[in-house]
């Protein structure tokens, strides 16, 4: 299958970045609480990371099943597209609850949403080449945040 090897590094980045959220615990100084944000992030971290192990992941098998590369990719897509959704919809109530008038949730959505939107229509288009950039953005969500909580550590220790 074409990006099969990159589907497979895909998942192994992935699922390193979640056991990262592991050393983010670690770091943290004994005396220092947890606040509804940190947990928040190492959650989020560990739960996108997953998600995105996952949908790396899901191609292969769908080909084996299927028999045909475009048809296991259009399948791959439409699961990321609605994965992606799903989530954005269930971490809404939450985000709003929590971090009322936060203008983040609007780039969350901007940038999940235009992905969902990438995933459905590649269901039309089964382009490996667009599953992989999908996959990319899938991981940016949780890169970002393993970063910005790596420089509130720095700054806290000082």
């Given at each position: 299958m074409t990006g099969q090897a990159f589907f497979l590094t895909m998942s192994g980045?992935?699922?390193s970045l979640a056991g990262f959220?592991?050393?983010?615990?670690a770091f943290r100084q004994p005396n220092q609480p947890w606040t509804r944000t940190d947990i928040w992030r190492v959650r989020r971290i560990v739960s996108r990371s997953f998600t995105c192990v996952f949908l790396s992941l899901a191609p292969i098998p769908l080909f084996a099943l299927t028999g045909e590369e475009a048809a296991a990719l259009r399948i791959a897509s439409l699961i990321l597209g609605a994965t992606l959704l799903i989530d954005l919809v269930v971490l809404t109530p939450s985000w709003r609850r929590e971090w009322?008038?936060?203008?983040?949730?609007?780039v969350a959505w901007l940038i999940g949403g235009s992905n969902a939107v990438l995933g459905f229509l590649n269901?039309?288009?089964?382009?490996t080449?667009?599953?992989e950039v999908a996959?990319?953005?899938v991981l940016l969500w949780p890169s970002g945040i393993f970063i910005r909580v790596l420089r509130d550590l720095s700054a806290s220790t000082e």
């Amino acid at each position: 299958m074409t990006g099969q090897a990159f589907f497979l590094t895909m998942s192994g980045i992935s699922l390193s970045l979640a056991g990262f959220a592991g050393l983010l615990v670690a770091f943290r100084q004994p005396n220092q609480p947890w606040t509804r944000t940190d947990i928040w992030r190492v959650r989020r971290i560990v739960s996108r990371s997953f998600t995105c192990v996952f949908l790396s992941l899901a191609p292969i098998p769908l080909f084996a099943l299927t028999g045909e590369e475009a048809a296991a990719l259009r399948i791959a897509s439409l699961i990321l597209g609605a994965t992606l959704l799903i989530d954005l919809v269930v971490l809404t109530p939450s985000w709003r609850r929590e971090w009322p008038g936060d203008p983040s949730l609007y780039v969350a959505w901007l940038i999940g949403g235009s992905n969902a939107v990438l995933g459905f229509l590649n269901v039309v288009w089964g382009s490996t080449g667009i599953y992989e950039v999908a996959l990319g953005i899938v991981l940016l969500w949780p890169s970002g945040i393993f970063i910005r909580v790596l420089r509130d550590l720095s700054a806290s220790t000082e």
